[in-house]
Every structure is written in C-alpha cells, then in structure tokens.
C-alpha cells in the first residue's frame, strides 16, 4: 500500500491524487470521480503517508492501521463511517487496540474508516506487510563511488593563500 502521492485536501471531499506539481501549487486527480482540480498552495493539504494515529505508547501511521483494517477485513471493505459512534469505536478497538481514546475522536476514526473504503474501492490497500528494500540496492549504493572515474570524484583542488615571508632580523 502506498500513500505517499494520495492527498487530503481541506474543504474538498473526498481523497485525491498527486499528479503534477506547478510553480502555484499543484494538480490533483479525484478519486472518487477522476476530475483534476489545481490547488493553491495556501490550501491546507494532508498527504496520507503523513498522518499518523496516536496510541498509548507512541504514533501508528496510517498506512499500517489501514493493513490492520484490510487484515480483519481480509481486504474487503469495513464498515460505514455513517455507523454510531460506539459501534465506530468499539470496531477500531477491534483492529487497534492500543489506540489512546482520549486523543483519537469518533470523527477521526469516521474520516480513517471513509479513507480505507474509498481507497478499497480502488485497489490500493492490502493487507500484505509492504515489500522491504532489497539488500542489493545498499549494495549498489556503496559501489556506485568506486565505478566513478577518479576525476569525477575528487573535488577541484583550490589555491593555496600565499605566505607571508619572513624576514631574517
């Protein structure tokens, strides 16, 4: 699952993504119905990868409450964020248990469960853990210096500042 081009974008509903970013801001791509709108960038913008929910002992970011949710859901969808609120929570004590009541309202978790279904609908949750970088590419990385040409990588040598001469008393 990857969130990192999906936005939030305050005063508009639904979820959007990234398409292109201009010098004014950027253009935005609806998922719900696919119209591009261009936004501002004094817009408030949340992008998804971003968000994180609280817990009692640090924060979950929401791409692994979403796994959690696509788990128990076994990748179908969840429940309606149009439910009551105590079968909301009583469902997202279900898939985090150890999130921090007190922080975390019934209109978070409303807005969490209406990002999951609308993301579901269009295939981009799942319930695998996401894929690890593969140790070659570290590998790669640490070659990378040693393929260059000497000259390449050796930085321009400057001029050393003339020394004041000392005069023989």
Excluded: C
Excluded at 12 to 20: D, I, M, V
Excluded at 61 to 89: F, T
């Amino acid at each position: 699952m990857n969130l990192e081009k999906v936005l939030a974008i305050s005063g508009q509903p639904g979820l959007y993504a990234l398409k292109l970013q201009t010098r004014t801001g950027f253009v935005a791509e609806s998922l719900l119905d696919g119209k591009k709108i261009t936004v501002g960038l004094r817009s408030n913008v949340s992008l998804l990868s971003e968000i994180s929910i609280y817990t009692h002992n640090a924060e979950k970011p929401l791409a692994e409450v979403m796994r959690a949710i696509a788990q128990k859901e076994d990748n179908g969808p969840a429940i309606s964020h149009k439910e009551d609120n105590a079968k909301l929570i009583a469902y997202f004590q279900e898939v985090l248990p150890d999130y921090d009541e007190d922080r975390v309202y019934p209109s978070d978790i409303k807005k969490v469960l209406n990002w999951y279904n609308m993301l579901q609908a269009k295939g981009l949750v799942s319930k695998d853990a996401p894929a690890e970088k593969a140790a070659g590419s570290e590998e790669v990385a640490s070659e990378a210096p040693k393929a260059a040409k000497p000259e390449e990588t050796k930085a321009p040598a400057k001029k050393a500042a003339p020394k004041a001469k000392k005069e023989k008393e």
